[in-house]
């Protein structure tokens, strides 16, 4: 068995549900101690959080990724307990097989044998764990990223480990994200009987012109890494539950994916002014969750692309799909982030798996990427 797989089944042994870690993040830095790693606690209201460092010097290369997982779902959902590694035929399976504990192996298991074999390596290597980038992502990797800051730290390269593959591991990997801005709109309207539509106001025939002018509204054209940005309601919420009852008020559920070429700001402007001009009585809550972020072609978009062709073959695709990531964080601190991970087709899913054929590729890939940067 290889040491990534190795690895990798032991992570996955952990139940770190987010925003438990359940002790992978104290397992790797035990593990790294050994190759020069020093290791430093930056935990924030229950997460997890671990900064691990080898050397002083620039130029910092960052292999960055989480600890923790969405939850499993029903256990009878599962053909094998999603806490219990299981290799069947040519497949692991278990919860974080894919997203991400077989990243975070593969990643240690590249760092150990780069140091091992360039001990006088040029700048230093770091590695930035978190057990909440499936939760709020509030006291997570945006944690780390403060304390950095904030003593005049500076990490030059970055590379995230989420699964960005599609069909075969490297087609495809992230050199950005789009932005995410949600809205909680509450529409008033006046309760009342159905049977005396004239003595109320119904706030979902009010709102219904107005939801249909935001859904086909063109926000902007997107650019040339970004997609246009969309706008989905997610939910709505009426009524008292009776038949006969006007309701009061309407809650609507809605985000925004937004690409560089809008702001987050601009968007609330243009949303609010057009449900003034359909007239509604309304209030809305605003959450940015993550604002756009994109790595320009450079030294580490170059060099992961290079160590991808020269591993599978393959040519691979820069990409801005997807949801947000913790690369949104890093980005505002390091001006180089990409994303780099194996297929991501069971992520979140019930029996969540890797191919065993991608396991020894990622590793070698991730290894060669810090020969080309830092040798």
């Known amino acids: 068995m290889s040491a990534t797989l190795e690895l990798a089944k032991q992570l996955i042994t952990h139940r770190s549900v987010t925003p438990a870690d359940d002790g992978c993040q104290a397992l790797i830095a035990e593990r790294m101690r050994p190759v020069g790693f020093s ?6 209201n229950g997460v997890t959080n671990t900064w691990l460092r080898r050397g002083t010097v620039n130029p910092v290369f960052v292999f960055a990724g989480h600890t923790d997982v969405v939850p499993p779902g029903p256990r009878e959902h599962w053909a094998s307990d999603p806490f219990e590694p299981s290799v069947r035929g040519d497949v692991l399976y278990g919860r974080g097989a894919s997203d991400m504990k077989s990243s975070v192996a593969a990643f240690v298991v590249a760092t150990e044998e780069f140091v091992r ?4 390596h040029r700048g230093s ?3 930035l764990l978190t057990s909440d980038e499936e939760g709020p992502a509030t006291d ?3 944690k780390v990223v403060e304390s950095l800051r904030a003593r005049g730290e500076s990490i030059d390269y970055c590379v995230v480990g989420e699964p960005t593959s599609v069909a075969a591991l490297g087609d495809t990997i992230k050199n950005g994200r789009r932005g995410s801005l949600s809205g909680k709109l509450t529409v008033v309207g006046v309760q009342g009987h159905v049977a005396y539509p004239q003595l109320a106001r119904n706030p979902v025939h009010q709102v219904a012109p107005a939801l249909a002018a935001l859904a086909c509204e063109r926000w902007d054209d997107g650019n040339e890494f970004f997609p246009p940005t969309t706008f989905q309601v997610s939910n709505i919420r009426a009524g008292t539950g009776a038949l006969n009852v006007v309701p009061g008020t309407c809650e609507i559920d809605f985000n925004l994916r937004f690409a560089s070429a809008s702001s987050a700001e601009a968007l609330m402007q243009r949303i609010e002014s057009l449900l003034l001009r359909h007239k509604l009585e309304f209030a809305v809550k605003w959450t940015i969750g993550a604002q756009p972020f994109l790595t320009a072609p450079g030294a580490l978009s170059e060099s992961i692309t ?4 020269e591993v599978t073959g393959r040519t691979t695709e820069l990409s801005t799909t997807g949801g947000t990531s913790d690369g949104r964080f890093i980005s505002t601190f390091c001006k180089q982030v990409i994303e780099f991970g194996p297929p991501n087709s069971s992520i979140h899913k019930i029996d969540e798996h890797i ?3 991608d396991l020894e590729p990622l590793k070698d890939i991730y290894c060669r990427t810090l020969e080309l940067l830092l040798t």
């Open 140 to 142: 997570g990797t945006v």
């Open 117 to 120: 074999a360039h001990g006088a």
């Open 306 to 309: 290079r160590a991808i062709r």
């Open 355 to 357: 191919a065993l054929a």
């Open 39 to 44: 290791s430093e606690n930056v935990s924030s």
């Open 125 to 127: 290597i770091a590695l």
